[in-house]
């Protein structure tokens, strides 16, 4: 098993950027695809990105792309979400899940596909 911390949230103007950070604990970390998720309020859980065991593969949702960016450094366990010009629409609870599996591609654009999770951080940008 793995646990997941979530940190890095807060409370931010429109246009600025947060770098929000999952520190794993327990099995070797390398093993997991790592998630990014997001839940605003009254809205389903929605993919924010993934990237792959060794860090060289990333995919993102339409909404995010070319504004974040997910990096992994296995040696010190955590997954980054680099978050830049942010909007208010960016404003929910981030969560970052993992999971041990291998999956098609696009299945890990579905919560489904992820065993574990973290409390999630809140993110709030002010316009």
């Known amino acids: 098993q793995v646990q997941l911390v979530e940190s890095g949230g807060g409370l931010v103007q429109a246009g600025g950027s947060l770098r929000l950070s999952c520190i794993a604990s327990?099995?070797?970390?390398?093993?997991?695809?790592v998630g990014w998720f997001r839940q605003a309020p009254g809205k389903e859980r929605e993919f924010v990105g993934r990237?792959?065991?060794?860090?060289?593969?990333?995919d993102y949702a339409d909404s995010v792309k070319g504004r974040f960016t997910i990096s992994r450094d296995n040696a010190k366990n955590t997954v980054y979400l680099q978050m830049n010009r942010l909007t208010p629409d960016d404003t929910a609870v981030y969560y970052c899940?993992?999971?041990?599996?291998?999956?098609?591609?696009?299945?890990?654009?579905?919560?489904?596909?992820?065993?574990?999770w973290g409390q999630g951080t809140q993110v709030t940008v002010d316009s």
């Open positions: 899940a993992a999971t041990p599996s291998s999956y098609y591609r696009g299945t890990y654009l579905r919560s489904i596909a992820y065993d574990y």
């Open positions: 327990g099995r070797t970390f390398s093993i997991y695809v």
């Open positions: 990237v792959s065991r060794t860090g060289d593969s990333t």
